[in-house]
Nanobody, 127 residues
Framework: QVQLVESGGGLVQPGGSLRLSCAASGRTFRIYDMGWFRQAPGKEREFVAA????????YYANSVKGRFTIARDDAKRSVYLQMNSLKPEDTADYYC????????????????????WGQGTQVTVSS
């Protein structure tokens, strides 16, 4: 079984940057698609970004496009989220998601696509 551990969250001023990391540990042959979701207080979890395992194609929510960048390092079984020009509305718990078992039944933006989740890391954007 694979576990995902996020790191890199914290408090940052508006306009600042943070880089989130997510590392997979445990025995598995391969990690397939990976993504980031977030959940703000009192709101539902929402898609942020995803990256495919085949050709590293990337997908972004409109709200973060042009500000956030997702990347993966398969040798380290890790995925990263570089967040620039942060806004107060980016404040949320950020969750890493991954596929241990590949499926194309759902779009990259749906949390049903992913079968493994991290515990989350908190990001607060405030002056």
């Amino acid at each position: 079984q694979v576990q995902l551990v996020e790191s890199g969250g914290g408090l940052v001023q508006p306009g600042g940057s943070l880089r989130l990391s997510c590392a997979a540990s445990g025995r598995t042959f391969r990690i397939y698609d990976m993504g980031w979701f977030r959940q703000a207080p009192g709101k539902e979890r929402e898609f942020v970004a995803a990256i495919s395992w085949t050709d590293s194609s990337t997908y972004y929510a409109n709200s973060v496009k042009g500000r956030f960048t997702i990347a993966r390092d398969d040798a380290k079984r890790s995925v990263y989220l570089q967040m620039n020009s942060l806004k107060p509305e980016d404040t949320a718990d950020y969750y890493c998601a991954a596929q241990q078992y590949y499926s194309n039944s759902y779009s990259y933006m749906r949390d049903e696509r992913y079968d493994t989740w991290g515990q989350g890391t908190q990001v607060t954007v405030s002056s």
